[in-house]
């Protein structure tokens, strides 16, 4: 865990032989940096801060300090609660790591003007060879696909991985990763989400990233609870929206 973006580095099941997060080896761990791997939490935007404003990709909170609220422990795990104030938002995410690991984030407006939300729990999924994983759960839904000029697709069939791939799905239900390589399929589920993101940087893009080895791609898949784009929501002066995912290993 780290306080820096309320990020989950690491997690692995004790019933699990294998970590479930893929964790850069070059992930720099500095403020004003993202850490690369885990569950970096993208809030209170993904990808550009909407209306041409200045702000860093994928908002402010992953790259900050957030506060320590609580950290509880039972017979189900530990559960982290840290919350962080930017603007008139305020955010609170809880992190429970147990034979489960969920993290949820509420995001409050404080103020008294109407804010538009999006952001993403952009989970990286340790796998064991890129072109060997499915991804089981979309096949008939639209997306964007943002690789080269912007184009809406429908996806035919379980996602496979043959290039680099970028997809914001029109999507709210669960994700299924099958990884034959490390014999286990992973269940993705999802709460306030109405986009799933898929996506994998391939040679070169992650050749361009100095916090990942260059042939890291190969093991990771990001599959990402996000509200994206068209999607975002409005949240009214006083009004709370909740965004979470919970990863598990199914078999
Ligand atoms: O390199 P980052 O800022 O962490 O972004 C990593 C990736 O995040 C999401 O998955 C987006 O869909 C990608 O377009 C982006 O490249």
New binding site residues.
Partial sequence: MALHGAHVMEWQPSSAPNPVLYLSPAAVLQEGK?I?GGI?I?WPW??ARPGGQPGP??GVA?SQFWDLVSVTEDADGVTFVMSLVHESLKATATLALGDKLTVSLESENLGEESVKLSG?L?TYLKIDEITMITVGGLAGREYLD?VGTPTRRTQDGPVVFEGEL???FDHSGMIRVDDPGLDRVLQIEKEGSPST???N?WAE?AAG?ADLPDDAFKGFA?V?A?I?NEAAVELPPGATHRLGTTVSVAS
């Fill in positions: 993202a690369r970096p993208c993904f990808n990709s994928h992953r993403a952009h943002t970028d997809r914001i993101v898929v996506w940087p893009k990233l990001c990402e996000a994206a």
